[in-house]
């Protein structure tokens, strides 16, 4: 069985930040659950493009709000507590939080991402070699 505390994680190099979020990663590939879990701070006012060609993604917000724009289709989407949103065909979308406060969102990742990732210049994650 995996516990871990969130409050104490944030403490640890399982504590990622970059530009626009930071993410506490709860769960990585070391741990070999077939996915990794993180809770993922989006900036106020943040604008973030990004394009997982090598990972899927489901996002629950957990509180604050701010809306996603899928770069396929054009459609936009507004985000609040409550609200799901799944990356299922690798979108490359845009994700926004509104500028009043921070969004935080619950994200899983297939496959597990191995924990220091960060975006490259065109939105992904690196796919680490197995």
Known sequence: MIV???NEAKNTERHVHSEGWDSVRLLLK???MGFSFHITTIHAGADLTMHY???????YCV???GSIKDLATGETHQIKPGVM???DKHDKHIL???ADKPMIMA????PPVTGNEVHQADGSYAL???
């Open 85 to 87: 949103y799944a990356l």
């Open 96 to 98: 926004r939080a509104d």
């Open 53 to 59: 060609k090598n990972h899927l993604e489901c996002v």
């Open 30 to 32: 070391s741990d070999e």
């Open 63 to 65: 509180d604050g709000t």
């Open 107 to 110: 994200c899983v990742f297939n």
């Open 128 to 130: 680490e070699d197995a």
């Open 4 to 6: 871990r505390d969130l």
